[in-house]
């Protein structure tokens, strides 16, 4: 994270234990439609990790192609963050 605010943000959220203070946090930090936008990434990346194609997940999600390659990018990206979630919703 490239600013103190954005380290203090992740830090915060590292603090967070349970999914009710995850969802009261997101609630207050963003709006609805950050949320669902945040979702549909999230939705995007668990369709393409179990191989679905990107027209598929364009059209399964609303999301556009933009956000369909942009997520692709990440998942398959050096930080691991989409990866380390996915597995751990997985149970792995």
């Known amino acids: 994270m490239d600013t103190e605010a954005a380290r203090t943000l992740v830090s915060a959220i590292g603090q967070l234990s349970a999914p009710s203070e995850v969802e009261a946090f997101l609630t207050d930090l963003c709006t609805p439609r950050e949320i669902e936008d945040l979702s549909q990434r999230l ?3 668990q369709l393409l990790d179990a191989g ?4 598929s997940v364009q059209e399964q999600t609303g999301a556009s192609s933009t956000t369909v390659s942009r997520v692709s990018k990440c998942l398959n990206g050096a930080a691991g963050g989409y990866r380390v979630v996915l597995d751990r919703l997985a149970g792995k």
Do not use: F, T
């Open 52 to 55: 679905k194609p990107y027209l």
């Open 43 to 45: 939705e995007v990346a």
